[in-house]
């Protein structure tokens, strides 16, 4: 083998690992670039994840409270209703006791 024959397998040598140090290089992006876009599919999935559970979450709080509102609102009426109920039959005797006051001056 020639000098010329050993120059030429030397640059097809480096030619070679070149064209695979290029290779690499590409491949070691679509890694980075696929890894990336994964990683952030998984925040946004996390995200997405964790606002469905704060929106459930709330929805039972708010039903929980409206049941519990309705629950107070109905005791609310019964009371208002034992009062008024009382009042009326309170005022029936207050006005007997106004009229009975008033005849017998």
């Known amino acids: 083998m020639g000098l010329s024959n050993v120059?030429?397998?030397?640059k097809k040598a480096e030619d070679s690992a070149d064209a695979m140090l290029s290779d690499s290089k590409e491949k070691a992006t679509k890694i980075v670039a696929d890894a990336r876009?994964?990683?952030?599919e998984l925040v946004q999935?996390?995200?997405d994840g964790a606002v469905n559970s704060t929106v459930k979450?709330?929805?039972s709080a708010?039903?929980?409270a409206g049941k519990e509102a309705e629950s107070v609102h109905a005791e609310g009426a019964k009371s208002v209703k034992v009062i008024q109920s009382s009042a009326g039959d309170r005022r029936s005797a207050a006005v007997k006791l106004v009229i009975d006051s008033l005849m017998s001056n």
């Open 62 to 64: 708010r039903s929980k």
């Open 37 to 40: 876009k994964e990683a952030s």
């Open 45 to 47: 999935s996390a995200q």
């Open 57 to 59: 979450k709330l929805d």
């Open 7 to 10: 120059l030429n397998s030397i």
